[in-house]
């Protein structure tokens, strides 16, 4: 338990819905980040987010959209996807300052059909 | 940008023998860090140890150690005594020193046999 939870930790949805993600973290960290795990690749950093502002987004297509309204809480929101958007995504949060570690959440693997 | 590769997708050893997982990366900076986190099958990932750049001594945790060699960007992590809650995705990440984003290498697939 690394005190960052994510729900759901599995979701199965249709191209034309709309769903969202959520992740929780009671470290009172800073930084949060939302990153996307696909078989036989390397983990994909998706956005990053400082103090609730977006430090980061790596070229993410707009069918993803990241809300954080607070230090504690950071959300993912999903619409239109695609099948080859099916992964794992997950959330990790950090201090936010110097050399910091970043700690993981167990993920939401996301079917999309 | 920067780049880490792990040539190893799987790695196999025997409980209580010594095994290398091997990283190198590519950067131009000179002060960075590097990471190795485990992912066991449960999916929460962790960190198992990290290396600033700008330290010339190696690393370690308890059974776990690296090998830094700042010149040749290569960045192994040495796992002794291994046991079977070792078994786990292992990814080297590498973050710049003025940034928050990890850069993965795809993982290295360990499994500890009896």
């Known amino acids: 338990e690394t005190g960052v939870t994510q729900t759901p930790r599995h979701l199965v949805m249709g191209m034309t819905n709309k769903k969202s993600l959520k992740c929780e973290q009671h470290?009172?960290?800073?930084?949060m980040y939302w990153y996307k795990q696909s078989a036989k690749k390397p983990l994909e950093l998706m956005f990053v987010y400082n103090f609730k502002e977006q430090t980061e987004n790596n070229s993410v297509p707009s069918r993803f959209s990241p809300e954080c309204p607070n230090s504690s809480h950071l959300f993912l929101h999903l619409h239109t996807l695609q099948p080859e958007d099916s992964a794992l995504y997950l959330c990790?949060?950090?201090?936010?300052?110097?050399?910091?570690?970043?700690?993981f959440g167990p993920g939401t693997r996301l079917t999309v059909t | 940008a920067q780049t880490v590769t792990q040539s190893q997708p799987e790695m196999s050893v025997q409980e209580a023998e010594t095994v290398t997982l091997s990283c190198t990366y590519d950067t131009s900076e000179s002060d960075y860090y590097l990471f190795w986190y485990k992912q066991p099958p449960s999916r929460q990932m962790i960190l198992v140890i990290r290396?600033?750049?700008?330290?010339?001594q190696n690393a370690t945790e308890n059974r776990f150690s690296v090998n830094f060699q700042k010149a040749a960007k290569s960045f192994s992590l040495k796992i002794s005594d291994s046991q079977l809650g070792d078994a786990a995705m292992y990814f080297c990440a590498y973050r710049r020193n003025s940034g928050y984003a990890l850069n993965f290498g795809k993982g290295t697939s360990l499994l500890v046999t009896p």
């Open positions: 470290l009172g960290h800073n930084a």
């Open positions: 290396q600033e750049a700008y330290k010339q």
């Open positions: 990790a949060s950090s201090p936010g300052e110097g050399n910091d570690e970043q700690y």
